[in-house]
Each structure stands twice: as structure tokens, then as C-alpha cells.
């Protein structure tokens, strides 16, 4: 009985796997086979037209698996063959994570005839399957089943306020016109109000044409949701109707007294500072896309300042050496200031006191430096570690030694919670030659050089520019505005679905970026549960196997890779021969040649920023 089971399941589950379109007869004979052999009848008469859905956990990794079959002049019932997949997978042992699913097509379907199609027979069920009647009134009409109700708020009952910022230099808005409009498409009601995108170069007639309305500062703060970037201040907490949805920037462990304000107002608050580092919530991560600007613009600010050019030259009027810059900080800053450094043609140098940034720094066109000490920094979050005495020391002797040869350090090292790392200090600062420059993106969290002065800029004694600007991404206001606006209209549509608004507490981004929940306080997040590895004691079997294990041959995988590239080429001049133009065999050769590279160079460097994915992007900016 057990085998029968098996060959049946096998049957259908290799027929699913192959999304085979049609049945044939001789299949069905197949099936009529194995139900005899199990004792197990099925009485159907029409043909019928199902469709098949199964759902399942697949061992690459894949959530949901989906694979749709067609099953044509197939006579048996969609009950009955629903419950005997289930039935036969339960009895050989294959576990389906979600449910097998068959809905038989109306008279539209031209496989059923109109006059078949109102009246289905009965199925019949033997051997212990069974089903639960549905309860049929006294008239003969079975009442349908009751609609799963929606959780959360509709979309067009909700009103989405953007404000203007009040912080003093901030030009950035927490909205721009493209984000205007997918909000308002998916149902939202936006307003904005008048005059917030002045600054990021935004007229409120775009906003207009986006689909949002124009109002005032005490209508937009009294939307259902507001979004700012920069942490409320007092005046405008107060500002905020009770029960309100805040999204923007909060760093609550810096700012404890906002977050007991905006606890005491029954503020729901979702800090954009606190998403979590993770793949699914590179989209939202606007601490990452401020990071990039922020980088960029440190570098333009010191070629702006700087006495010479960037890039080496050759003239009649002789030789121009190249700068030498070098960035403290391997994150997603630090390696858009090695970028840009690179791209202006300088000498860039780079230190991180993780080991895994060297590969970044590397193929960016940086050298990469190391001290005497092997200690590895990487924290959590992409964020690095304290380190010990001896490691400070060590790097303090070798930024000493930068220090008077290079003419541009840009620091960018941040600990979370914590403030900013010393790692220029006077003494530093003055073997630097006169006319070099200073940039500390740290500056807000009191700065990495001991000299820097945050929010403002000067010049030191021996003639070194020392910037303190906590301002950067404010600096280019235009595409700050658009890359936050992507990532907080991303994170408001998140919460929730099927059009529905709603702070779904176990989905683990909207956990950890909510800090207030309906004047309940919810920062700090739990940290995930890590997974405790099993400790076995090998058995002779397992020292069997592992013994027996053939070891790799590195001639035969260099042989391989060799074989499978000579045979993509081959492919790739066999269809230049059959190519109608020239044009096509130059597309394809670029094409072939990039896969390459890429697959060679951008997924074989080892993650160490806040995100994978704006490494990718550093990687193949430097490629093209």
C-alpha cells in the first residue's frame, strides 16, 4: 500500500515540478491503476478543465514555490483530488507547507459544456476520506463561506501630511513629486504643505500635478501620517494630533526626551534610523542613501578648496603631481568618497578596521592599509567595533605618518550609540602641510578629529582647512529629497497590504523601525534569536564519510571554468555568424563579456557595508 502511495505521489509531483500542460489518456489509466491497487474508487462523469496550485518551502531557500498545471479531459473530481494529494503526501512523508488547491473553471471554459456546468455530480469517497458538509439552508441554496476581513486602515481613508523642515540649514523635504504620485495611486490622500520643496528646488505646482494638495503648516501636521526628515521639535510634537503615524528620522537613543513626547501624545513613531540592516530592507535604508551623498560631497567640498588639481598632469609648463587623499571609514561614505576621489583622478588611500572592507577599497582603485595588529572590527549592523588599546595605538602611529604625506583626509568612522572615535589630533594635524583640508563626516557625533568644530569651518594655525559641516546631505537638496522620499514612501507602503494600513508587529522591519506604538514604548527591538548549533559526537559512520570524501582537484575546476567560458564564446561566434548585422554581434559580445566580469569581480567580494546592495552599485560604477 505504502508503494502505491509513493508511485502515485511521484507521478503527480514530477508532473508538477515539469508543468507538464496536458494529461494524456494513458495517464489517467496510470492513476485508475494505482486507486485500484489502494482500493480507492472514483465514480466522476464530465470532463473537466482544473487548475493546480501548490505552495511549498523549496530547499534553495524559495518562501513560496508556485508551479499551475492544466489537467484536461481529466474525469475525477477537484475534491476528490484534492484530498488524495493530501492524503498520499501525509502517507508518504513529503510535508507541504501551505495547501494544494483545485477550482474548477465556469461554463466559460470551452472544455465544459454550458449545460454541465450548473450541475455538478456528487464525488464519491472510500477508504477513510471524508469531508464536512457544508450547511445548506431549508431552500436548497448553500450559503457562501464569509470573506476573510481586511486588516488595517484602507489607503483612501488615511491622509499623508509632508511638512516643511524648521531645522535650521536643512533644505531637504521629506516627499518628492514621483513619490507624490505612487502614493497617491495606491489611495492615499497627500497633502503637502506650502512652500516644503522651495529648497529641494520642488514648486508646489509639481506637487499639484502629482495628485497632492496644497495646504497649510497646521492642516499637513494634522494628516493621519506625517513624514518629515529630521526629528520633530517641540512646537511641532505638540503640533501632531493624538493617534498620529510619524515617519522620519528620531535616534532615539540620542533624543530620549522627543520619544517621551511623542509617547505621551499616543504618537505612533517609525524611526527611519532604525531599519534593520537586512537585504529585504535595502529599499527603506535611508541612512545609507544620506551616507552616499554624504561622501560625495566631502570630496567635492575639498576639490573645491583645495590649491591644485586632483588629477595628475603633464603640461609645458611642467609636471602636476596628483593629491593624495585618504578616507578613514570603509562604510557606504567612506566608499563613496573613495569613488569619487578615484574618479577626480587623485591617489586614494583607505583604512577600516574591518578586514572585509579591503576587497571594496581594492576594487575601487584604493590602496588598502593595515597595521602590525590582527584584530578584526566588524560590529553589527555594518557598522565597526571598538578596539582594544594596543589596535588604537597602532592606528594612531600609522595616521600620524599619513598625515604629512597625504593633502586630504576624510573621516567617516561612527559607533552607534556611541559618539565618534578620536582618531585625528592636534598633534596630527600639525605635520600636515600647509593648504590641506579636513573633512569630518562625524562632525554630529562630535567629530573623529579632535580639532573639528561641528557646523562650521576654518583654518588652523598652520594653514589646515578643517570642515565640520553636519549639514552634507542637506548640501545637495535636490537628490537627497528624492532618494528619502523613495525610501520613506517604500517603508509607509510596507506596512500593511492589500491596501491596507497596518502596524503589523511581527513582521520584523516594521519591529524594529517602530520606537512608539500607541504610547507604548518599543525601542530598543529584541535582537533576532540566533540559532544554537547542535554539538554531536561523530560516529564512525560520519569519520567514514568524511574520510571518504573526495577532495577538490583545483586542475579539474580551473579545466571547467576554462571549458564552460571556450564554450560561450564558441556560442557567441557561432551566433555572430547568424547574426543579420554586425550591430548584434557587438551587442552580444559586450553582453557576454560583462556577465563575465561581473560574476567574476561584484559577487565575489565579501559584504561588509550597511548594505550588499549599494556595494554592488560601488562595484559596477568602478567597472563601467
Given at each position: 500500500l505504502r508503494t502505491a502511495y509513493l508511485v502515485l505521489f511521484s507521478i503527480f509531483f514530477s508532473c508538477v515540478v515539469t508543468s507538464l500542460p496536458v494529461f494524456t489518456l494513458e495517464f489517467v489509466a496510470l492513476l485508475r491503476l494505482v486507486f485500484r491497487a489502494t482500493g480507492v474508487h472514483l465514480?466522476?462523469?464530465?470532463?473537466?478543465?482544473?487548475?493546480?496550485?501548490?505552495?511549498?518551502?523549496?530547499?534553495?531557500?524559495?518562501?513560496?514555490?508556485?508551479?499551475?498545471?492544466?489537467?484536461?479531459?481529466?474525469?475525477?473530481?477537484?475534491?476528490?483530488?484534492?484530498?488524495?494529494?493530501?492524503?498520499?503526501?501525509?502517507?508518504?512523508?513529503?510535508?507541504?507547507?501551505?495547501?494544494?488547491?483545485?477550482?474548477?473553471?465556469?461554463?466559460?471554459?470551452?472544455?465544459l459544456p454550458r449545460a454541465r456546468s450548473s450541475v455538478l455530480p456528487k464525488p464519491i469517497f472510500h477508504r477513510g476520506f471524508s469531508t464536512t458538509p457544508q450547511a445548506t439552508p431549508a431552500g436548497g441554496v448553500a450559503t457562501p463561506e464569509p470573506k476573510p476581513v481586511a486588516i488595517g486602515i484602507p489607503y483612501d481613508q488615511l491622509t499623508v501630511g509632508c511638512v516643511r523642515e524648521s531645522f535650521a540649514n536643512e533644505k531637504r523635504v521629506a516627499l518628492s513629486p514621483e513619490a507624490v504620485s505612487i502614493l497617491a495611486k495606491k489611495g492615499y490622500k497627500v497633502v503637502v504643505e506650502q512652500g516644503c520643496g522651495t529648497s529641494a528646488q520642488f514648486a508646489d505646482a509639481d506637487y499639484t500635478k502629482a495628485g497632492a494638495l496644497v495646504v497649510d503648516s497646521k492642516q499637513a501636521f494634522a494628516a493621519d501620517v506625517v513624514l518629515k526628515v529630521r526629528p520633530p521639535l517641540a512646537n511641532?510634537?505638540?503640533?501632531?494630533?493624538?493617534?498620529?503615524?510619524?515617519?522620519?528620522?528620531?535616534?532615539?537613543?540620542?533624543?530620549k526626551e522627543l520619544v517621551d513626547q511623542l509617547r505621551q501624545r499616543n504618537i505612533t513613531a517609525v524611526a527611519l534610523?532604525?531599519?534593520?540592516?537586512?537585504?529585504?530592507?535595502?529599499?527603506?535604508?535611508?541612512?545609507?542613501?544620506?551616507?552616499?551623498?554624504?561622501?560625495?560631497?566631502?570630496?567635492?567640498?575639498?576639490?573645491?578648496?583645495?590649491?591644485?588639481?586632483?588629477?595628475?598632469?603633464?603640461?609645458?609648463?611642467?609636471?602636476?603631481?596628483?593629491?593624495?587623499?585618504?578616507?578613514?571609514?570603509?562604510?557606504?561614505?567612506?566608499?563613496?568618497?573613495?569613488?569619487?576621489?578615484?574618479?577626480?583622478?587623485?591617489?586614494?588611500r583607505c583604512f577600516d578596521t574591518r578586514p572585509a572592507v579591503r576587497e571594496q577599497a581594492e576594487s575601487l582603485g584604493a590602496e588598502f592599509l593595515t597595521v602590525n595588529i590582527a584584530e578584526d572590527g566588524s560590529g553589527s549592523g555594518g557598522y565597526a567595533k571598538e578596539m582594544s588599546p594596543e589596535f588604537i595605538a597602532a592606528e594612531m602611529a600609522l595616521f600620524k605618518k599619513q598625515a604629512s604625506e597625504v593633502d586630504i583626509i576624510i573621516t567617516t568612522a561612527l559607533i552607534p550609540g556611541k559618539p565618534a572615535p578620536k582618531l585625528i589630533t592636534q598633534e596630527h594635524v600639525s605635520v600636515m602641510k600647509p593648504g590641506s583640508i579636513v573633512v569630518d563626516l562625524a562632525a554630529e557625533a562630535g567629530g573623529n578629529c579632535e580639532l573639528t568644530r561641528p557646523g562650521e569651518t576654518y583654518r588652523t594655525n598652520n594653514g589646515v582647512h578643517i570642515f565640520g559641516y553636519t549639514d552634507l546631505p542637506s548640501r545637495l537638496p535636490t537628490q537627497s529629497s528624492v532618494l528619502y522620499a523613495n525610501n520613506v514612501s517604500k517603508l509607509l507602503l510596507s506596512f500593511g497590504s492589500g491596501g491596507n494600513y497596518h502596524v503589523d508587529l511581527q513582521d520584523e522591519v516594521v519591529r524594529a523601525a517602530t520606537v512608539v506604538h500607541q504610547g507604548q514604548l518599543l525601542w530598543p527591538a529584541p535582537k533576532p534569536a540566533q540559532p544554537v548549533a547542535q554539538q554531536t559526537k561523530p560516529t564512525s559512520s560520519s569519520a567514514a564519510a568524511v574520510a571518504s570524501k573526495p577532495v577538490a582537484d583545483p586542475y579539474r575546476d580551473t579545466l571547467r571554468t576554462a571549458l564552460t567560458m571556450s564554450g560561450g564564446l564558441a556560442a557567441l561566434v557561432a551566433a555572430g555568424v547568424a547574426?543579420?548585422?554586425?550591430?548584434?554581434?557587438?551587442?552580444?559580445?559586450?553582453?557576454?563579456?560583462?556577465?563575465?566580469?561581473?560574476?567574476?569581480?561584484?559577487?565575489?567580494?565579501?559584504?561588509?557595508?550597511?548594505?550588499?546592495?549599494?556595494?554592488?552599485?560601488?562595484?559596477?560604477?568602478?567597472?563601467?
Open positions: 465514480f466522476h462523469r464530465g470532463h473537466f478543465r482544473c487548475f493546480c496550485s501548490l505552495q511549498s518551502d523549496h530547499p534553495t531557500g524559495i518562501t513560496h514555490f508556485h508551479h499551475c498545471i492544466c489537467i484536461r479531459r481529466l474525469p475525477v473530481d477537484a475534491d476528490v483530488m484534492s484530498g488524495l494529494i493530501l492524503r498520499v503526501a501525509a502517507r508518504s512523508g513529503v510535508a507541504i507547507s501551505a495547501s494544494i488547491r483545485f477550482s474548477l473553471l465556469s461554463s466559460s471554459s470551452h472544455f511641532e510634537v505638540n503640533q501632531l494630533k493624538p493617534g498620529a503615524q510619524l515617519f522620519s528620522f528620531l535616534y532615539p537613543a540620542q533624543n534610523d532604525q531599519v534593520p540592516r537586512i537585504s529585504r530592507a535595502q529599499v527603506f535604508d535611508a541612512l545609507s542613501s544620506m551616507a552616499n551623498i554624504a561622501g560625495y560631497k566631502a570630496v567635492i567640498l575639498a576639490a573645491e578648496s583645495f590649491g591644485r588639481f586632483f588629477a595628475g598632469q603633464m603640461t609645458a609648463a611642467g609636471k602636476v603631481p596628483p593629491a593624495k587623499v585618504l578616507v578613514i571609514g570603509g562604510g557606504v561614505a567612506g566608499l563613496a568618497s573613495v569613488q569619487t576621489a578615484r574618479n577626480l583622478g587623485a591617489i586614494v547574426s543579420p548585422a554586425p550591430a548584434f554581434s557587438q551587442m552580444m559580445g559586450t553582453f557576454g563579456l560583462a556577465t563575465i566580469v561581473g560574476y567574476q569581480t561584484v559577487w565575489g567580494v565579501t559584504p561588509a557595508l550597511h548594505s550588499p546592495l549599494s556595494q554592488c552599485n560601488c562595484c559596477c560604477s568602478t567597472l563601467c
